[in-house]
Structures are given as C-alpha cells and as structure tokens.
C-alpha cells in the first residue's frame, strides 16, 4: 500500500491526506517522507483546493521518525543536502491552503510537530502526545523548538520538551495544542465538517489572514 494517501471531495475544495504505515503508527522513512513532500506539491498547486486535512490510519497519528532507519544513511551530507531540496515541512507550514491536523491515538515526536506545523488541530478524546526527542539525546528535527513556544509559550514549551512528558487530550487542550476535543468515531466527521466551513472562505482572505498570522511570529 502507498505510505500516504490522498483524496478529495466530490467539489475539490477538500483534499485529505492520510499517513497510512499502521503496522507502524505512521512512523515516517524515506519512503514516507517523499510521498509526503510530492502530496504536499499537489495540494499546493492545486486552484481547487481550499483546505486540506491531515490524518493517519489505524491507531495513532504518527509516532514521528521511524528509528530503524536512523544512522543507516550511506552519506550523512547527501541525506542532509536532500532534506534540504525536499523539504517537507516547511512546504507543508507554507501550503496557501488551510490545514487541518485530524489526531487520534499517538502523536509523538515529528508526530505532535506535524500537527504544530498545521494551522488549526482537532483531536479525538483518546489522543495522548509527546516530545520524547531530548530522552534520546536528540532535539525535536520537526520545527517543534519553533513551534510548540509560539503556540503555548516559551516555558510550557521547555517543559514539554525537556521531560518528555505525557499529555491526555484534555491537558493537550487546555494548553491549546488543538482547538476541540470530539469522540474518536467523530474526528473524521467532525474533521470534515470544519473544513467544509472553511472552504467557503476566499481564499485571498485565507492568504492574507495566514500571512498576518504568521508576521506575529
């Protein structure tokens, strides 16, 4: 089966794209990572697209970086060089479109920092999140040390980063990680009933409304 999925509605103004390595929960390889970045390409330069929501199959999210592949690159300047021309994740910050994080079970790691690089998040009531990076003597590689801060703070930030703790879905909500809480079998559903509202806004507005968003960075 393909790493990452994608499907629009029947008016185009929706694309969902669906992380699908379940046996793994959703870690992301190269494989991943580079249908990702093609995905992300499409929606971009898609004029129908208006939102776009960001998902995973089977029980969680996305555990972040696949660690079997960790070190196994034969070049580490190569890897870095293609990390660069392929950037994923500030092609998915950038996308005009809005985006939409649709989280349930696990999101961990590059898992939680995905969501953070979306513009609005909605997570079911089972969701649990984690930055465990700094316990494995690595630091979030996602833009979560930009992005958790700006979100909630500086200091919630540090904490989060620095212990690796746990968060349940009321606690993620409270500190505003994601913007409401909707039973598991009602995130898809819920997902797509805020994204349908948001497509009717122009997007001109929707451009003009992210940029500003983002000069309060």
């Known amino acids: ?16 794209v669906t992380l699908n390595r379940p046996a793994v929960l959703n870690a992301y390889n190269v494989e991943m990572r580079d249908a990702l970045y093609e995905t992300l390409l499409a929606v971009r ?31 580490p300047i190569a890897a870095r060089s293609v990390r660069w021309r392929r950037d994923v994740w500030g092609t998915l910050r950038s996308l ?11 999101a961990v790691g590059g898992g939680l ?21 700094t316990g494995l003597a690595m630091i979030p590689g996602v833009g979560g040390t930009q992005t958790l801060p700006r979100l909630i703070g500086q200091g919630r930030a540090a904490d989060l980063v620095l212990t690796g703790r746990w968060l349940d879905a009321p606690s993620a909500a409270r500190l505003g990680l994601v913007s409401r809480l909707v039973p598991r079998r009602r995130l898809l559903p819920a997902a797509t ?13 929707v451009r003009e409304v992210k940029r500003e968003l983002r000069a309060m960075e």
Do not use: N, W
């Open 113 to 133: 920092e995905m969501m953070l690089l979306c513009d609005l998040a909605i997570a079911s009531s089972d969701a649990r999140f984690a930055l465990p990076e």
């Open 1 to 16: 089966m393909p790493a990452v999925l994608y499907d629009k509605s029947a008016d185009g103004r929706i694309a969902t």
């Open 45 to 75: 330069d898609d004029p129908e697209v208006r939102v776009m929501i960001l998902r995973g199959t089977g029980r969680a999210f996305s555990t972040g970086g696949d660690v079997r592949e960790f070190g196994t690159a034969p070049s």
């Open 193 to 205: 009933a805020l994204a349908r509202r948001l497509a009717q806004l122009a997007p001109s507005l």
């Open 96 to 106: 005009p479109q809005l985006t939409l994080a649709a989280v349930h079970g696990l």
